[in-house]
């Protein structure tokens, strides 16, 4: 679980990042799912899109993909989800 200190930091970073990972009509499947993974071993702090879903639909989407890639969820808003997963090469976020 992150701290509200590190949720704030993350967010800050995230800001000015592109969504790099977009999970379309279809939802989550395993090719999608492998994306995030590449992608949160190759930047540790990514942004998604969630396109074509309900506001619960998402919610669920966001605790799916928590739960299979390891990843904490800074922040969500409307369509974008920021994740974070740290890299053994990052240096360690702030208490």
């Known amino acids: 679980m992150l701290t509200p200190r590190q949720r704030s930091t993350l967010k800050g970073l995230a800001h000015s990042l592109e969504p790099v990972v977009f999970v379309g009509q ?18 540790g702090l990514i942004k998604a899109k969630l396109a074509g879903a309900s506001r619960a639909d ?4 966001t605790a799916d993909i ?5 990843a904490a969820a800074v ?7 920021v ?12 208490k």
């Open 75 to 81: 922040q969500n808003v409307g369509r974008i989800l």
């Open 66 to 70: 928590c739960a299979r890639t390891g």
């Open 26 to 43: 279809a939802g989550l499947s395993d090719t999608v799912i492998a994306e995030f993974e590449r992608a949160l071993t190759a930047h």
């Open 83 to 94: 994740l974070w997963r740290p890299r053994p090469d990052d240096p360690p976020l702030d």
């Open 58 to 61: 998402r919610e669920a989407m």
